[in-house]
């Protein structure tokens, strides 16, 4: 028992300085670097920020498993994604105004590299480094998706796509305008459940923590007063004691569930912020409109010029950020070689739907190929987010039922005993 008690407070002592030097180190390099994934280039780096990531996440989690009851694993992990959000909010904010500065340089025949040197002098730091990069590759004769592709995190990889088949055909101004306004379709939506998957999700590591608590300093002590005076634990005590008293297989359920909750929160934060961009299984089907959306735009960027569909798929598939995307692109572009419709061949591998087959059917007949794609677009961008927001709803209130009867569990299975011993020491 002793050795026990040593070690888990030797880990204790281990896991909190480390996780919170690992923290450090992450948000120091970001903070000299930039947004991800500016620091591609530097080696040193990127084994810097790996070994930080490794030893936080190996202390958070033996941190976790080692002493859940002090919430070593909740507060510290929430204080770093509140931080980190707080920082890829102002280093978004700082891409979306220079990819609006460069729409405006685009439709008022601006060069370019003076916007961005101008830019990257008012705004100072990682931006200053990352456009001056920029600002020589554009002098020296490369166009701007390729200076992108090698200077990146100076725009939001999201609009790169766009921005890259708009440059190609000629309307650079017009696919930053769909950008920008894809990004302000989506983002209320994402401002409204970050805040919802938090709670889901961190409300597990709270759980049993408070769990942990009351099995190892709480409820014994209530046992042992109980004894003394010969009465019996109130029911809902010894439900919460049976539960807290389980075999150690039952609790390592509990541990691991509540980390793969605080990981599920990881992942929908650097989602967010665009530190990672891969979908997690099962996330195809929800993902599957915005993705259409944006290969309509780019059909519409290249319908407007009077363009080749192939002028809009090439470029796409080159810069799309999802392999599975590229992929079923470059099976297009084959379909497309060997002749067949490549209207039909977008739906066949699963890029539009039917609804958007026979709109762009009839509209390239029409002649209106164009508006029709931005319909389309702006259609599967809103069917996404009125998905979403009906799955969180539906989602949303059978979970925060069950967490209110755990949390009424828990404070009645507290309570009880108290207002047992005082109405048993009342006398008569």
């Not at 780096?45 to 909740?74: D, E, H, K, Q, Y």
């Not at 359920?253 to 967010?272: H, K, T």
């Not at 507290?414 to 011993?421: D, I, M």
Request: contains cysteine; positive net charge.
């Amino acid at each position: 028992m002793f050795e026990q008690v040593f070690l888990l407070e030797t880990i204790k002592l281990i896991c909190i300085p480390a996780f919170f030097v690992g923290v450090a180190v992450l948000m120091a390099t970001r903070w000299r670097a930039g947004p991800s994934p500016g620091d591609r280039k530097y080696i040193y780096l990127m084994l810097i920020r790996a070994c930080a990531w490794t030893i936080a996440g190996f202390s958070f989690l033996a941190g976790l498993v080692a002493s859940p009851w002090g919430l070593m694993g909740v507060i510290p992990a929430s204080l770093a994604v509140v931080i980190a959000l707080i920082y890829a909010r102002q280093a978004s904010s700082q891409q979306y105004s220079m990819l609006i500065l460069v729409g405006a340089a685009a439709d008022r025949s601006i060069p370019l590299d003076t916007v961005f040197a101008a830019y990257g002098r008012e705004r100072g730091g990682w931006m200053r480094r990352r456009t001056e990069a920029v600002v020589r590759l554009l002098t020296s004769g490369v166009p701007l998706p390729y200076a992108l592709d090698e200077v990146q995190g100076v725009l939001p990889p999201e609009a790169l796509p766009l921005i890259r088949v708009g440059y190609e055909n000629g309307s650079l101004g017009a696919s930053i305008r769909q950008a920008l306004a894809a990004r302000s379709a989506c983002e209320p939506l994402a401002q409204s459940i970050i805040p919802k998957i938090g709670y889901i999700c961190f409300f597990p590591a709270a759980a049993v923590s408070a769990m942990a608590f009351l099995t190892m300093r709480i409820i014994p002590q209530f046992e042992k007063i109980f004894n003394d005076f010969g009465c019996r634990l109130p029911w809902a005590t010894r439900l919460l004691l049976g539960w807290c008293k389980a075999s150690p297989p039952i609790w390592l359920l509990f541990v691991c569930f509540s980390a793969v909750s605080l990981m599920l929160f990881l992942y929908v934060g650097l989602r967010y912020i665009g530190s990672i961009r891969w979908d997690l299984p099962g996330m195809g089907y929800l993902m599957r409109r915005l993705d259409a959306a944006v290969l309509l735009e780019a059909i519409s960027l290249a319908a407007d010029r009077q363009r080749p569909l192939s002028d809009a798929l090439v470029p796409l598939e080159q810069s799309h950020p999802k392999y599975r995307i590229r992929s079923r692109l470059k099976a297009v572009r084959d379909d497309m070689q060997a002749g067949r419709d490549e209207m039909e061949s977008l739906h066949r591998h699963g890029l539009i739907g039917k609804t958007d087959l026979v709109v762009l059917w009839a509209a390239k007949r029409n002649g209106n190929l164009a508006w029709a794609a931005r319909e389309a677009a702006a259609s599967n961008r809103r069917c996404f987010i009125y998905r979403t927001q009906a799955l969180v709803q539906l989602l949303f209130p059978p979970i925060i039922l069950a967490y209110a009867l755990l949390v009424v569990l828990i404070a009645v299975a507290t309570f009880l005993p108290l207002a047992n011993l005082i109405q048993g020491l009342v006398p008569a």
